[in-house]
């Protein structure tokens, strides 16, 4: 069974850092593209960013919003996908979601393993 | 503002078929992009639900189908049960954007 266990979230001041996990477990993580997903209190979803598996590369892309701000790293050793998120903003508060990726076959990519999130609330 | 375009609420009673519209552009659902589709139960993470625009993942009731025309999309969702009262999300890849994962605002649905 899939199951991704998401952690680090907590309040932090506009400014701050934070990094969050997630731990994977249930699939090969070190063949898996990953992403995390955010959700604003009361809100839609927002896509953050993606890192790709070594063997595709592990290259990483980001939402217009994060970039130069957020960084996804993977450590396949320790089955761990991280988000590294500096020079927080309120506008990032959200309940932030690990999930895998699946390739679409006519273009695109979908969010097929999701875990529970993890709440990251910036605010002085 | 999204990308993609859902009617923020759609309702039925228990045992109609309901759907959910998802409208996009030339440069994501018009572009030939699949359209995948979430349900989020209330306090609950998202589930996918509809994959590949018409695709079950094992597990989903067939009362639960995803069609795509042009530059829309739909799920429908037939014998409505109360337990399919949840937010319902579309999401697709934009070739304009870093475009990854476009999300459409969601759309709850209210079994009456």
């Known amino acids: 069974e899939v199951q991704l266990v998401e952690s680090g979230g907590g309040l932090v001041k506009p400014g701050g850092s934070l990094r969050l996990s997630c731990a994977a477990s249930g699939f090969t993580f070190s063949n898996a593209w990953m992403s995390w997903v955010r959700q604003a209190p009361g809100k839609g979803l927002e896509w953050v960013g993606r890192?790709?598996?070594?063997?595709?590369?592990?290259?990483?892309d980001y939402a217009a919003p994060v970039k130069g701000r957020f960084t996804i790293s993977r450590d396949d050793s320790k089955n761990t996908l991280y988000l590294q998120m500096n020079s927080l903003k309120t506008e990032d508060t959200a309940v932030y979601y690990c999930t895998t990726v699946g390739l679409s076959e006519r273009g695109g990519y979908y969010f097929d393993y999701w875990g529970q999130g993890t709440l990251v609330t910036v605010s002085s | 503002q999204s990308v993609l375009t859902q009617p923020p609420s759609v309702s039925g009673a228990p045992g109609q078929r309901v759907t959910i519209s998802c409208t996009g552009s030339?440069?994501?659902?018009?572009?030939?992009?699949?359209v995948h589709w979430y349900q989020q139960l209330p306090g609950t993470a998202p589930k996918l639900l509809i994959y590949?625009?018409?695709n079950r993942p094992s597990g989903v009731p067939d009362r639960f189908s995803g069609s795509k025309s042009g530059t829309s999309a739909s799920l429908a969702i037939t014998g409505l049960q109360a337990e399919d009262e949840a937010d319902y999300y579309c999401?697709?890849?934009?070739?304009?954007?870093?475009?990854?994962?476009?999300f459409g605002g969601g759309t709850k649905l209210t079994v009456l």
């Open positions: 890192i790709k598996s070594k063997t595709d590369g592990g290259t990483t």
């Open positions: 030339s440069s994501n659902i018009g572009a030939g992009y699949d």
């Open positions: 590949g625009n018409s």
């Open positions: 999401q697709s890849y934009d070739s304009s954007l870093s475009g990854w994962g476009v």
